[in-house]
């Protein structure tokens, strides 16, 4: 199985690296395009700021390798929200796989803690992406940033308002949360991801 991780200067990608070999997958970490359009699947995740990573896309011409990819891809957390239209952080224009905005938390209550860090539960669970995974399953998010309920939602947590866990559109897939953190549950979505 050939596995390429999208090198765009962001965090959390050797947590990801990680937890694909301990699923037996040695990923290439690559901006190549070459490398990215001849693998099998690819997984575009990452910890950073909306702005600044689409300027970074951009620059190198990654924004329309990502749109014009045909293989399965897995969006992770602001890789999921730069899949969508665009992003209150930064009022930046993002890559519009999804046709859904990305918005700010805006707490209710004092409980209402920004940014969602920690296990919270995934429910409505659609597709294959979420093959032997139990209705209730506990995964980690760490996010200030969510995507509203839309029609490609395949998965809803509820914090301060219900939104979507996870997303999908044809060959693209997406999480909010950090599957590669998220222990058997989240090492399980990385196995249906890389047997769709």
């Known amino acids: 199985m050939n596995v390429a991780i999208i090198d765009y200067n962001a965090g959390n990608v050797c947590s990801v690296v990680n937890a694909l070999k301990r699923l037996g997958i040695e990923p290439a970490v690559t901006a190549d395009k070459d490398v990215i359009q001849a693998a099998d ?4 995740p990452g ?6 990573t689409m300027c970074y896309l ?7 390798l990502i749109r014009n990819l045909k293989q399965p891809v897995l969006g992770i957390c602001i890789g999921m929200q730069l899949l969508c239209k ?3 952080e930064g009022n930046v224009d993002c890559l519009g796989i999804f046709d859904a905005p990305v918005q700010r938390f ?11 860090i920690g296990w919270n539960t995934l429910t409505g669970l659609k597709g294959d992406l979420y093959k032997g995974i139990s209705e209730g399953a506990f995964v980690y998010f760490v996010h200030s940033y969510y995507v509203p309920l839309n029609a ?7 914090y301060i308002q219900p939104f979507c866990a996870s ?8 999480t909010q949360f950090h599957p590669e953190k998220s ?7 990385l196995q249906n991801f890389i047997e769709l």
């Open 152 to 158: 490609n939602g395949i998965a809803t947590t509820d």
């Open 47 to 52: 910890q950073g700021e909306a702005t600044q």
């Open 41 to 44: 699947k690819v997984i575009f």
């Open 183 to 189: 222990g058997a549950v989240g090492a399980q979505i």
């Open 58 to 64: 951009k620059a190198h011409r990654l924004d329309e």
């Open 106 to 116: 805006l707490p209710h209550r004092h409980a209402d803690k920004v940014p969602h």
């Open 86 to 88: 665009s992003s209150e």
């Open 167 to 174: 997303l999908q559109k044809s060959n693209f897939f997406a």
